[in-house]
């Protein structure tokens, strides 16, 4: 009779861990063009593994595409994150080629979905054998035995970032923030995806069991002082929020500031990788009917899904090089009045030197560091509402800086420095897809439509016919697979 009772404790509705480890590898079957299904971890006591998807065209392929990441269940209880990432998936996958708007983010964004963080916690819901548990299974007083009033650490308080100033140190709490930050293999499972990968936004879903529902938390208010991205990051969150219906139906979902810093994913994953990252709270409880479930799963994939259409918004992106060889840099990139020196610099991508900020429509200063190469100042950098300020930057290198390189068999110039005149000689114009001049701050001037001839004659005008004031301008190749860059000097 109590195991009868223990069965019905929990709806159908929900996943168990085996449905979801059998539905993801079915989708990577069925889907093996656009997903991947990866174990990024296994479970600090069971050793249950811990699934994430990508989600993307050229799935295998690190491509220079905005990526976003969306995990549940931290918290054992809290069932309806998951629901929710699996509905996502399913209508990702199922519409890809089917609706122009879900293939156009598969085509241009990595999606990441971790939809089960807390395997072994999950169980102990899943199971019956505490329907209201929230944290792992770690053995916290070694007898060898799970204790449900002694074992388990919060895994949404175990996180290196003012680790000490949240949750509690009292093993037998249901906030127990563990041994020590990190101690955890769930967190750092999740730690080693983020710091791997270069995420513009983070969807932690969680539920409420005490406190408010439909709430989107963002990072953060501590003290009285907010997050130096808080316009920012504050905009995507009270529009994410107004377009969730909330559960009653006469109105949405509230955006709110999370107070303190300490120890929870959002915080860390904000502060530390620099991505927007939000804390969910889906409906106003825990566990709900199972027939209610796929009706939250819809009005929260909307909130959701905005990110997908955010990350090309307002805001500025383009790629960082070195002005020299060509190759991609991770550089700082700073917007003046946004910024905190205490945090971990934001770093442009190493692989593609590409840098995505998001901001609100108006006007920034922009700096570019990276040691050993002089820094970049940008002035009264405008972001429309709506649209991407796009740019590419060029850093030159400290010690080069002035030394006009040996002519290159590939791409030479004479004279230079010019005054008025200067001849480009291009050793074999079929290999080069474009050739164009650019500034110092990587805007292209000139444009010279693919070389026919190897030897093109410049007047030092720019593709309106204007002179080029005096300074330091770039020509750069580009071929199937490099990128030849010259510097050159005009000086009248
Ligand atoms: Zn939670």
């Not at 918290?75 to 996502?88: D, I, S, V």
């Not at 983010?105 to 929230?134: A, C, K, Q, Y």
């Not at 175990?158 to 293999?185: C, H, I, L, Q, V």
């Not at 904000?270 to 991505?275: A, P, Q, R, S």
Request: net charge negative; charged share 20%.
């Amino acid at each position: 009779m109590i195991w009868l009772l223990f069965i019905l404790a929990i709806d159908p509705r929900y996943h168990t861990f085996d449905e979801l480890a059998h539905e993801l590898d079915s989708i990577a079957l069925r889907y093996p063009e656009i997903t991947v299904l990866d174990t990024i971890g296994y479970s600090t006591t069971d050793s249950i593994p811990i699934f994430a998807m990508k989600i993307s065209d050229n799935v295998k392929v690190d491509e220079d595409e905005p990526e976003i990441l969306y995990v549940a269940l931290h918290h054992a209880e809290e069932l309806l994150g998951l629901e929710l990432c699996m509905y996502m998936i399913d209508e990702l996958v199922t519409n890809y080629h089917l609706d122009s708007t879900i293939t156009h983010w598969i085509d241009e964004r990595e999606i990441w979905f971790v939809p089960l963080l807390n395997p072994e916690g999950h169980s102990v819901v899943m199971e019956g054998i505490d329907t209201t548990w929230r944290k792992n299974k770690r053995d916290n007083n070694n007898n060898g035995i799970f204790d449900l009033d002694y074992d388990g650490v919060d895994p949404n308080r175990n996180y290196d970032f003012y680790w000490t100033e949240g949750g509690s140190s009292d093993p037998s709490s249901e906030y127990y923030r563990g041994p020590s930050a990190f101690s955890e293999k769930e967190n750092r499972a999740l730690r080693d995806l983020c710091l791997a990968r270069n995420f513009v936004f983070c969807n932690t879903y969680h539920s409420a069991r005490t406190g408010l529902g439909e709430v989107i938390y963002y990072p953060w208010r501590a003290a009285g002082y907010y997050s130096p991205d808080y316009p920012f990051i504050r905009q995507v969150a009270d529009s994410m929020s107004k377009l969730i219906v909330n559960e009653v139906g006469n109105g949405h979902y509230l955006a709110l500031p999370g107070t303190g810093v300490d120890g929870r994913a959002r915080n860390w994953i904000y502060g530390i990788c620099g991505t927007f990252c939000y804390c969910v709270e889906i409906c106003t409880t825990t566990i709900i009917p199972g027939w209610l479930v796929d009706d939250v799963c819809l009005r929260n994939s909307i909130g959701s899904y905005y990110l997908l259409n955010r990350v090309n918004s307002s805001g500025i992106t383009g790629c960082i090089y070195d002005s020299l060889t060509g190759e991609p840099l991770d550089a700082e990139v700073v917007i003046n009045g946004y910024y905190d020196p205490t945090l971990p610099p934001r770093m442009s991508d190493p692989t593609y030197g590409r840098f995505l900020r998001i901001l609100n429509e108006g006007t920034y200063d922009i700096e570019i560091h990276k040691s050993g190469y002089e820094s970049l100042y940008l002035n009264d950098i405008v972001v429309e509402q709506g649209e991407m300020t796009e740019f590419d930057v060029l850093l030159q290198k400290k010690e080069t800086n002035n030394i006009v390189p040996a002519n290159n068999p590939e791409i030479m110039i004479f004279p230079n420095p010019t005054r008025n005149a200067m001849t480009i000689y291009v050793a074999n114009p079929s290999q080069f897809s474009s050739l164009r001049i650019y500034d110092i701050c990587g805007r292209v001037l000139k444009n010279f439509e693919s070389p026919s001839s190897s030897t093109l004659i410049w007047l030092g005008k720019d593709d309106i016919d204007r002179d080029l004031a005096n300074g330091v301008y770039y020509v750069i190749g580009q071929t199937n697979d490099a990128k030849i860059v010259r510097k050159i000097v005009i000086n009248n």
